[in-house]
Protein backbone atom coordinates (compact mmCIF):
# COMPACT_ATOMS: atom_id res chain seq x y z
CA UNK A 1 0.00 0.00 0.00
CA UNK A 2 1.43 3.55 -0.71
CA UNK A 3 1.76 5.45 2.10
CA UNK A 4 -0.15 9.25 2.44
CA UNK A 5 2.96 10.86 2.04
CA UNK A 6 4.13 8.97 -1.01
CA UNK A 7 0.47 9.52 -2.35
CA UNK A 8 0.98 13.08 -1.76
CA UNK A 9 4.35 13.21 -3.53
CA UNK A 10 2.92 11.47 -6.35
CA UNK A 11 0.05 13.47 -7.32
CA UNK A 12 1.72 16.79 -7.21
CA UNK A 13 2.99 18.06 -11.28
CA UNK A 14 6.22 16.08 -11.48
CA UNK A 15 8.28 14.84 -14.11
CA UNK A 16 9.94 11.34 -14.82
CA UNK A 17 13.02 11.43 -16.85
CA UNK A 18 13.30 8.37 -18.73
CA UNK A 19 15.05 6.19 -21.41
CA UNK A 20 12.76 5.59 -23.66
CA UNK A 21 12.70 2.20 -25.52
CA UNK A 22 11.45 3.47 -29.45
CA UNK A 23 8.29 1.66 -28.93
CA UNK A 24 7.55 3.56 -26.40
CA UNK A 25 8.72 6.81 -27.66
CA UNK A 26 6.84 6.33 -30.81
CA UNK A 27 3.45 5.54 -28.66
CA UNK A 28 3.84 8.88 -26.52
CA UNK A 29 4.55 10.86 -29.43
CA UNK A 30 1.76 9.51 -31.18
CA UNK A 31 -0.27 10.79 -28.34
CA UNK A 32 0.29 13.70 -28.58
CA UNK A 33 -1.56 17.00 -30.19
CA UNK A 34 0.19 18.06 -33.24
CA UNK A 35 3.81 16.28 -32.65
CA UNK A 36 6.11 19.00 -34.19
CA UNK A 37 9.70 18.26 -35.95
CA UNK A 38 11.93 20.38 -33.02
CA UNK A 39 10.25 17.70 -30.65
CA UNK A 40 10.78 13.91 -32.64
CA UNK A 41 14.08 12.14 -31.67
CA UNK A 42 15.62 12.07 -35.12
CA UNK A 43 16.09 16.12 -34.98
CA UNK A 44 17.47 15.95 -31.29
CA UNK A 45 19.61 12.97 -32.30
CA UNK A 46 20.66 15.29 -35.43
CA UNK A 47 21.37 18.37 -33.39
CA UNK A 48 22.75 16.66 -30.53
CA UNK A 49 25.53 14.72 -32.88
CA UNK A 50 26.40 18.21 -34.41
CA UNK A 51 26.40 20.22 -31.13
CA UNK A 52 27.93 17.48 -29.07
CA UNK A 53 24.45 17.76 -26.64
CA UNK A 54 22.93 15.03 -25.00
CA UNK A 55 19.11 14.20 -24.81
CA UNK A 56 16.98 14.17 -22.00
CA UNK A 57 13.63 12.93 -22.57
CA UNK A 58 10.49 12.46 -20.36
CA UNK A 59 6.99 12.57 -19.23
CA UNK A 60 5.18 15.49 -17.16
CA UNK A 61 2.40 14.24 -14.86
CA UNK A 62 -0.47 16.28 -13.29
CA UNK A 63 -2.26 14.55 -10.42
CA UNK A 64 -0.42 11.68 -11.43
CA UNK A 65 -1.42 11.69 -15.21
CA UNK A 66 0.22 11.87 -17.89
CA UNK A 67 -0.13 15.41 -19.28
CA UNK A 68 3.10 15.66 -21.55
CA UNK A 69 6.28 14.53 -23.44
CA UNK A 70 9.31 16.73 -23.20
CA UNK A 71 12.91 16.09 -24.54
CA UNK A 72 15.65 18.45 -23.89
CA UNK A 73 19.01 19.09 -25.44
CA UNK A 74 21.93 19.57 -22.67
CA UNK A 75 25.51 20.66 -22.96
CA UNK A 76 27.30 21.13 -19.90
CA UNK A 77 31.52 21.57 -18.92
CA UNK A 78 33.25 21.58 -15.30
CA UNK A 79 31.32 19.11 -14.02
CA UNK A 80 27.60 21.21 -15.01
CA UNK A 81 29.16 24.14 -13.59
CA UNK A 82 28.44 25.61 -16.93
CA UNK A 83 25.32 24.23 -18.22
CA UNK A 84 23.04 24.96 -21.32
CA UNK A 85 19.52 23.31 -21.70
CA UNK A 86 17.05 23.71 -24.83
CA UNK A 87 13.44 23.08 -25.20
CA UNK A 88 12.10 23.88 -27.98
CA UNK A 89 8.47 23.94 -29.46
CA UNK A 90 7.43 21.65 -26.27
CA UNK A 91 5.76 20.30 -24.30
CA UNK A 92 4.08 18.21 -26.42
CA UNK A 93 0.36 18.30 -24.84
CA UNK A 94 -1.35 14.70 -24.35
CA UNK A 95 -5.52 14.99 -25.15
CA UNK A 96 -7.56 17.05 -22.71
CA UNK A 97 -4.11 19.00 -21.25
CA UNK A 98 -2.59 22.19 -22.88
CA UNK A 99 -4.16 25.01 -20.73
CA UNK A 100 -3.00 28.02 -19.37
CA UNK A 101 -3.27 26.31 -16.12
CA UNK A 102 -1.38 22.86 -17.25
CA UNK A 103 1.31 25.30 -18.98
CA UNK A 104 1.54 27.29 -15.71
CA UNK A 105 2.45 24.37 -13.59
CA UNK A 106 4.63 22.86 -16.14
CA UNK A 107 6.89 25.89 -16.23
CA UNK A 108 6.55 26.05 -12.63
CA UNK A 109 7.97 22.57 -12.14
CA UNK A 110 10.43 23.20 -15.12
CA UNK A 111 12.13 25.81 -13.33
CA UNK A 112 12.47 23.64 -10.21
CA UNK A 113 14.17 21.50 -12.53
CA UNK A 114 16.49 23.79 -13.78
CA UNK A 115 16.84 26.53 -11.51
CA UNK A 116 18.45 30.22 -12.38
CA UNK A 117 21.96 30.22 -11.36
CA UNK A 118 25.05 31.86 -12.33
CA UNK A 119 26.68 29.74 -15.70
CA UNK A 120 23.29 28.56 -16.76
CA UNK A 121 21.55 29.22 -19.63
CA UNK A 122 17.81 28.08 -20.41
CA UNK A 123 16.78 28.38 -24.19
CA UNK A 124 12.72 27.77 -24.31
CA UNK A 125 10.47 28.09 -27.19
CA UNK A 126 7.00 27.19 -25.41
CA UNK A 127 4.39 25.28 -28.07
CA UNK A 128 1.51 27.08 -26.96
CA UNK A 129 -1.01 29.88 -28.07
CA UNK A 130 0.32 33.00 -27.85
CA UNK A 131 -1.61 34.91 -25.21
CA UNK A 132 -0.80 37.70 -22.76
CA UNK A 133 -0.81 35.12 -19.79
CA UNK A 134 1.71 32.76 -21.23
CA UNK A 135 4.47 35.90 -21.31
CA UNK A 136 2.84 36.29 -17.24
CA UNK A 137 3.51 32.61 -16.50
CA UNK A 138 7.04 33.11 -18.33
CA UNK A 139 8.07 36.12 -16.67
CA UNK A 140 7.12 35.13 -13.37
CA UNK A 141 8.97 31.92 -13.27
CA UNK A 142 12.25 33.96 -14.29
CA UNK A 143 11.77 33.69 -18.16
CA UNK A 144 12.66 36.89 -20.44
CA UNK A 145 11.71 37.09 -24.03
CA UNK A 146 14.82 37.15 -26.00
CA UNK A 147 15.45 40.66 -27.59
CA UNK A 148 15.55 39.26 -31.10
CA UNK A 149 12.14 37.25 -30.26
CA UNK A 150 8.88 37.86 -32.26
CA UNK A 151 6.22 35.18 -31.94
CA UNK A 152 6.55 32.46 -33.70
CA UNK A 153 3.86 31.22 -36.54
CA UNK A 154 3.62 28.63 -38.83
CA UNK A 155 0.78 26.24 -40.77
CA UNK A 156 -0.61 23.76 -39.88
CA UNK A 157 -3.15 21.34 -42.49
CA UNK A 158 -5.28 18.34 -41.15
CA UNK A 159 -5.14 15.63 -43.35
CA UNK A 160 -7.59 13.79 -42.38
CA UNK A 161 -10.39 14.92 -45.06
CA UNK A 162 -10.21 12.64 -48.28
CA UNK A 163 -8.29 14.28 -51.25
CA UNK A 164 -11.42 15.83 -52.90
CA UNK A 165 -12.40 18.16 -49.67
CA UNK A 166 -8.77 19.25 -49.07
CA UNK A 167 -8.91 20.52 -52.73
CA UNK A 168 -11.99 22.09 -52.37
CA UNK A 169 -10.59 23.97 -49.38
CA UNK A 170 -7.56 24.88 -51.35
CA UNK A 171 -7.08 28.47 -51.86
CA UNK A 172 -8.69 29.57 -55.51
CA UNK A 173 -5.84 30.73 -56.76
CA UNK A 174 -3.65 27.37 -55.85
CA UNK A 175 -6.35 25.63 -57.03
CA UNK A 176 -6.52 27.23 -60.43
CA UNK A 177 -2.26 27.04 -60.29
CA UNK A 178 -2.65 23.22 -59.62
CA UNK A 179 -5.00 23.10 -62.29
CA UNK A 180 -2.15 24.65 -64.29
CA UNK A 181 0.73 22.63 -63.32
CA UNK A 182 -1.04 19.63 -64.21
CA UNK A 183 -1.17 20.58 -67.73
CA UNK A 184 2.96 21.61 -68.43
CA UNK A 185 4.20 18.11 -69.42
CA UNK A 186 5.84 17.92 -65.77
CA UNK A 187 7.28 14.79 -64.54
CA UNK A 188 6.88 14.62 -60.80
CA UNK A 189 8.89 11.87 -59.29
CA UNK A 190 9.72 10.77 -55.40
CA UNK A 191 12.82 8.84 -56.83
CA UNK A 192 15.72 10.87 -55.34
CA UNK A 193 18.62 9.92 -57.08
CA UNK A 194 22.31 11.37 -56.26
CA UNK A 195 22.49 13.66 -59.06
CA UNK A 196 18.87 14.80 -58.40
CA UNK A 197 19.38 15.01 -54.81
CA UNK A 198 23.17 16.64 -55.29
CA UNK A 199 20.78 19.29 -57.52
CA UNK A 200 18.67 20.19 -54.94
CA UNK A 201 21.03 20.96 -51.96
CA UNK A 202 23.22 23.18 -54.21
CA UNK A 203 20.65 24.99 -55.85
CA UNK A 204 18.81 25.35 -52.33
CA UNK A 205 22.19 26.94 -50.73
CA UNK A 206 22.56 29.11 -53.92
CA UNK A 207 19.23 30.20 -53.60
CA UNK A 208 19.41 31.12 -49.52
CA UNK A 209 23.18 32.86 -50.57
CA UNK A 210 21.45 35.09 -53.29
CA UNK A 211 18.07 35.76 -51.76
CA UNK A 212 19.52 36.16 -47.90
CA UNK A 213 16.92 34.28 -46.05
CA UNK A 214 17.12 32.21 -43.08
CA UNK A 215 17.12 28.50 -43.47
CA UNK A 216 18.70 25.22 -42.14
CA UNK A 217 22.34 24.79 -43.19
CA UNK A 218 23.70 22.37 -45.72
CA UNK A 219 25.82 20.30 -42.05
CA UNK A 220 22.22 20.36 -40.07
CA UNK A 221 20.06 18.72 -43.01
CA UNK A 222 23.05 16.75 -43.75
CA UNK A 223 22.43 15.18 -40.34
CA UNK A 224 18.59 15.27 -39.96
CA UNK A 225 18.48 13.84 -43.80
CA UNK A 226 20.74 10.52 -42.18
CA UNK A 227 18.96 10.39 -39.31
CA UNK A 228 15.24 10.39 -40.95
CA UNK A 229 16.29 8.26 -43.63
CA UNK A 230 16.83 5.18 -40.65
CA UNK A 231 12.92 5.15 -40.70
CA UNK A 232 12.25 5.81 -44.25
CA UNK A 233 11.32 8.87 -43.16
CA UNK A 234 12.44 11.20 -45.67
CA UNK A 235 10.21 12.48 -48.46
CA UNK A 236 11.61 14.03 -51.70
CA UNK A 237 9.77 15.30 -54.79
CA UNK A 238 11.23 16.17 -57.49
CA UNK A 239 9.62 18.23 -60.60
CA UNK A 240 11.13 17.59 -64.04
CA UNK A 241 10.63 19.16 -67.22
CA UNK A 242 12.49 17.78 -70.14
CA UNK A 243 13.99 15.23 -68.10
CA UNK A 244 15.51 18.39 -66.08
CA UNK A 245 14.90 19.28 -62.47
CA UNK A 246 13.57 22.29 -62.30
CA UNK A 247 12.03 22.36 -58.73
CA UNK A 248 11.97 19.93 -55.34
CA UNK A 249 11.02 19.97 -51.52
CA UNK A 250 12.31 18.26 -48.64
CA UNK A 251 9.99 16.67 -46.15
CA UNK A 252 10.14 15.10 -42.84
CA UNK A 253 7.61 12.77 -41.54
CA UNK A 254 7.37 12.24 -37.51
CA UNK A 255 4.91 9.97 -36.42
CA UNK A 256 1.24 10.99 -37.11
CA UNK A 257 2.60 14.44 -38.61
CA UNK A 258 5.43 16.28 -41.04
CA UNK A 259 7.17 18.80 -41.84
CA UNK A 260 8.01 20.81 -44.83
CA UNK A 261 11.47 21.40 -44.56
CA UNK A 262 12.84 22.98 -47.76
CA UNK A 263 12.48 23.71 -50.91
CA UNK A 264 13.64 25.38 -54.48
CA UNK A 265 12.19 26.30 -57.45
CA UNK A 266 13.53 27.67 -60.56
CA UNK A 267 12.17 30.37 -62.61
CA UNK A 268 10.80 27.94 -65.05
CA UNK A 269 9.26 25.61 -62.28
CA UNK A 270 7.59 29.46 -61.39
CA UNK A 271 6.24 29.93 -64.90
CA UNK A 272 5.03 25.93 -64.83
CA UNK A 273 3.09 26.02 -61.14
CA UNK A 274 6.02 23.15 -60.24
CA UNK A 275 5.73 23.85 -56.72
CA UNK A 276 1.94 23.26 -56.91
CA UNK A 277 2.20 19.79 -58.41
CA UNK A 278 5.05 18.99 -56.01
CA UNK A 279 3.12 19.04 -53.04
CA UNK A 280 -0.12 18.26 -53.94
CA UNK A 281 1.76 14.99 -54.87
CA UNK A 282 3.40 15.15 -51.37
CA UNK A 283 0.09 15.52 -49.51
CA UNK A 284 -1.20 12.81 -51.10
CA UNK A 285 1.91 10.87 -50.72
CA UNK A 286 1.61 11.76 -46.55
CA UNK A 287 -2.05 10.50 -46.62
CA UNK A 288 -1.00 7.12 -47.53
CA UNK A 289 1.60 7.28 -44.89
CA UNK A 290 -1.08 7.86 -42.15
CA UNK A 291 -0.14 11.41 -41.44
CA UNK A 292 -2.43 13.56 -39.97
CA UNK A 293 -0.80 16.54 -38.95
CA UNK A 294 1.03 18.36 -41.96
CA UNK A 295 3.44 21.58 -40.49
CA UNK A 296 3.93 23.82 -43.47
CA UNK A 297 6.94 25.98 -41.76
CA UNK A 298 7.16 29.07 -40.18
CA UNK A 299 5.69 32.04 -41.83
CA UNK A 300 7.20 35.64 -41.61
CA UNK A 301 6.10 38.51 -43.61
CA UNK A 302 5.27 37.40 -47.12
CA UNK A 303 8.77 37.81 -48.60
CA UNK A 304 8.74 36.44 -52.01
CA UNK A 305 4.67 35.33 -51.35
CA UNK A 306 5.95 32.52 -49.85
CA UNK A 307 3.19 32.75 -46.59
CA UNK A 308 0.58 33.46 -49.04
CA UNK A 309 1.83 30.12 -51.12
CA UNK A 310 1.07 28.29 -48.07
CA UNK A 311 -1.84 29.76 -46.48
CA UNK A 312 -3.15 28.77 -49.85
CA UNK A 313 -3.24 25.31 -48.97
CA UNK A 314 -6.38 25.75 -46.61
CA UNK A 315 -4.45 25.14 -43.27
CA UNK A 316 -4.34 27.21 -39.95
CA UNK A 317 -2.41 29.18 -38.69
CA UNK A 318 -0.84 28.76 -35.22
CA UNK A 319 0.94 31.84 -33.12
CA UNK A 320 3.23 30.74 -30.45
CA UNK A 321 4.90 33.20 -27.81
CA UNK A 322 8.48 32.80 -29.61
CA UNK A 323 12.05 32.46 -27.70
CA UNK A 324 12.42 32.72 -24.07
CA UNK A 325 15.78 32.64 -22.16
CA UNK A 326 16.46 32.50 -18.44
Known sequence: MISQNKALQLNKPRFVWRNFTPQDLERYYNSAQKGNLLQSYPYAVACAKLNHQTIRQGIFYIENQPAALCQILEAGFIKNTVHAAILDRGPLWFKNYGSEEDFALFVQQFRREFPARMGRKIRFIPEIKNTPAIHRIMKHNGFKQAADSKPYKTIWLDLRPDLDTLKKNLDKKWRNALSKSQKQDLKITMNSTPELFSWFLKSYAQDKKDKFYHGASLKLLSNLIYEFSRGKNVLTAYALFD????????????????????????????????????????????????????????????????????????????????????
Not at 289 to 318: A, E, P, Q, S, Y
Request: charged share 20%; proline share 2%; net charge positive.
Open 243 to 326: EKPIAAILIFIHGNSATYQIGYTSALGREKCAHNALLWNALTALKGRNVHDFDLGGIIGDKDGITTFKKGMGGKIIETPGLFIG
